[in-house]
């Protein structure tokens, strides 16, 4: 049984410093969030995240996830376009094939934001799943998509955070994590959902999808995305 803990760079990321190690056996931290906490494990970030956020120091125990390493594990689930385009949702990925869970954990990853007030744990910051992008209509499809190819691998999905959320995980506590059980999803809606992807072909082996996105039509990436939200759903 292995529990990974995942932090995003959400306000309430910071409700991560206090909590015992000893409940998670990895951790990832996202772009900014390794200045949460400094135990983690791996930190994953993009091929455009700024040298002076990365860490200065790293420990010999602690591996940089780059696109060179996570491209492969997103492809291995689907590619970009019907993941989705975020870091939360690569990230989710890459743990799945790189180290195997039996519970993911999200803090920090509701990617909902604040019109006053903090959008990120270090103040205001750039919104980017807010952009405008094919792999982005609807993140709680992308967040459905994820948790039944999760479920799939024997790995349950929730998310640690209380406020609102793009996720449609269950809600758990940090104490609770490691006694989920992967959700139950439409295994029929599921099934057919995995066909149209491989019926679409939407995939760029490379990761960058956005040279190509005039390949991709909205009307059919959002007709994918009501799929995937009604395989959460029990067979009626």
Known sequence: MTTVL???SG????EARKWDRGHFDKVVAINNAWRVRDD???LIFPEDFPDDRRPK???SDQTL???TTFVAHQNTFGGFVYAGGTMAFTAAY???GALKPSVIAMIGCDMTYAQNGPTHFYGRGTADPLRDDITLRSLPAKSARLSALAAREGCAMVN???APSQLTFPRATHLTAAAQVPLQHNATAVAAALRQERALNYYVPSGKYWHDVSEFDPREVDALDAMWLASALPAQ
Request: proline share 5%; aromatic share 10%; hydrophobic share 65%.
């Open 160 to 162: 640690l955070s209380c």
């Open 11 to 14: 306000p309430n990321a910071l």
């Open 40 to 42: 983690w494990d791996h």
């Open 57 to 59: 120091l790293i420990a």
């Open 65 to 67: 996830i780059e696109a």
């Open 6 to 8: 995942i932090i995003g």
């Open 94 to 96: 890459w743990a799945l």
